[in-house]
């Protein structure tokens, strides 16, 4: 099949984005590597010895950053990932039960200090349906994150402004005692997506 123009266009922004070239020149795996570090530089998220849980890890940008910075990471993707020092990694679907068990028995009963979620959909170019897809994913994001965090833990998680956002913001206020927006500089500037940090996890609410 010939390559489309939009897929040319993209192809051409990907290779001469300074980012990707930077993402090249450190070792990352993705150009995303640097939205998390310059996130994490701003409100210092990764200690060393915390535990990270991954969400939508593959390549394993974020992942990096994670491990680079001592932190143990648990990491999910539907897609396979290369291994990573200091990293567990899970093969399968957030939106499954199977890979949520997997997810839970690598836990082991233990709390992360820190959810972290770069999950988005395979998008179709219809707005309204990708749109209602990601804010799926991000909702189920959220409710790991109820579940499993550590009292006092924070949750980063990409979204796409639209229906929804604002409905996500308030329930992620229900959770969190502060909900923050980003927009890393690596993002790029025509891109809707913005990352939402919540910070300091109120466990055990009604």
């Given at each position: 099949m010939k390559p489309s123009r939009t897929s040319k266009a993209w192809m051409r922004e990907h290779v001469n984005d300074p980012y990707v070239k930077l993402a090249k020149q450190h070792g990352y795996r993705s150009r995303a590597a640097f939205k998390l570090d310059e996130i994490n530089t701003r409100d210092h998220l990764i200690r060393a010895g915390m535990l990270v849980v991954d969400l939508g890890a593959t390549p394993g940008g974020w992942s990096q950053i994670s491990a680079k910075l001592g932190a143990k990471v648990i990491a999910l993707d539907l897609l396979e990932m290369d291994t990573i020092a200091?990293?567990?990694?899970?093969?399968?679907?957030?939106t499954g039960?199977?890979?949520?068990?997997?997810?839970?028995q690598a836990?082991?009963?233990?709390?992360p200090d820190l959810v972290i979620s770069d999950m988005a959909p395979n998008m179709s170019g219809v707005a309204s349906a990708?749109?209602?897809?990601?804010?799926y994913l991000c909702e189920l994001a959220h409710e790991f994150a109820r579940e499993h965090l550590k009292p006092g833990?924070?949750?980063?998680?990409?979204?796409f402004q639209?229906?929804?956002?604002?409905?996500?913001?308030?329930?992620l206020r229900m959770d969190f005692?502060?909900?923050q927006t980003r927009k890393p500089k690596a993002s790029r500037d025509r891109s809707s997506e913005v990352y939402l940090l919540g910070r300091h996890f109120r466990a055990n609410l009604p």
């Open positions: 200091g990293v567990t990694f899970i093969q399968g679907d957030f039960a199977a890979a949520l068990e997997l997810l839970k836990l082991a009963g233990r709390l990708d749109q209602a897809r990601s804010m833990g924070d949750f980063l998680v990409k979204t639209g229906e929804g956002f604002q409905d996500y913001v308030a329930a005692d502060q909900v």
